[in-house]
């Protein structure tokens, strides 16, 4: 990052207002960084899912493990049943969007984040439906509690979001699933503009930067399947080998800046482009230096005509 350093005090120490929109979705979310006279940033980023299979599945292999001459952990008494938590889903979904605005948080001076306040909708003398929504409730109030430990916190229903877009003239797309402005960040801009206002009625800024999670086989030990022999091949965790972690931002002799992704038998070194696309399996440590710690995968957007 380049910046100015300043070697005297300052005449004023003025702060300006800059919020962060947030607009959550169950498939794609939208951010934008705004103050008062620029809209500085768009985010749209791809909501984190399918982690509650993933637990699952692992319960599934740990239960497999006990019935075999392997490692594994023997079973003890549920001490989680009476305490206060965010199932792993909720929490990861709702600590996507957190780590989002704490990378924000770090890129521009945060001072407000205003949230489109999504409720479950609750039906009388069905049980079922009002049970499968509770956790969108406790995962909300979660990611409310987190961010009122940081910057000031705003909500707006939805419906107020958008007659704050019919009033400004925008209009949102119906393909909730294109990587465009008007499709998630077109929202998350109206709710930055009601909390800092600003001199254009209109988006001065809609190039949108996509990222995505990085899948990461955390929870697994070793293939699902056993191969040749019945045995089943060491696989998932994050450590390589040497102090490596997988999702390293490295720069390649050949194909430049990459992510880490793993590692063969034969210590050679897989490494995926940053976008997603796995690019070799047979890198070797000679081949790339070590840069830094990645947190998604990045993609360039598409502008859209406001």
């Known amino acids: 990052v380049f910046c100015l350093r300043l070697n005297v005090d300052p005449s004023d120490r003025y702060f300006q207002e800059i919020v962060v929109g947030v607009d959550p979705g169950s498939k794609k979310e939208g951010f934008t960084v705004k103050s008062e006279a620029h809209t500085y940033f768009n985010v749209q980023a791809d909501a984190h899912s399918k982690v509650s299979k993933k637990v699952e599945k692992r319960r599934e292999l740990r239960r497999g493990r006990r019935s075999r001459k392997s490692p594994n952990r023997k079973h003890k008494q549920h001490n989680l049943s009476n305490r206060e938590r965010v199932p792993a889903g909720t929490r990861a979904r709702w600590d996507w969007k957190l780590r989002i605005l704490q990378w924000l948080s ?72 294109a990587e465009t402005f008007d499709a ?38 070793h293939r699902q399947n056993p191969q040749k022999g019945g045995k089943r091949p060491r696989y998932g965790g994050t450590v390589l080998t040497d102090g490596l972690i997988k999702n390293t931002l490295i720069k390649h002799v050949k194909h430049g800046l990459t992510r880490l992704a793993g590692i063969n038998a034969q210590g050679l070194f897989s490494i995926y482009s940053l976008d997603g696309k796995r690019l070799t399996t047979g890198a070797r440590r000679t081949d790339f230096q070590v840069l830094t710690r990645l947190n998604f995968n990045y993609k360039g957007g598409v502008s859209s005509p406001c």
């Open 184 to 221: 998630h960040c077109v929202d998350s801009w109206c709710l930055a503009y009601h909390t800092v206002g600003g001199d254009h009625s209109t988006p001065d800024n809609t190039d949108i930067f996509c990222i995505s999670p990085i899948p990461i086989r955390r929870r697994e030990l």
């Open 106 to 177: 770090k890129l521009y001076p945060v001072t407000h984040v205003c949230v489109e306040d999504i409720k479950a909708r609750t039906i009388e003398r069905a049980k079922k439906w009002n049970q499968s929504f509770s956790p969108l409730e406790v995962g909300k109030q979660w990611f409310y509690t987190e961010i009122r430990k940081c910057w000031k916190l705003l909500t707006l229903q939805g419906w107020q979001t958008k007659e704050i877009r019919d009033k400004l003239g925008l209009k949102k797309s119906s393909k909730k699933l």
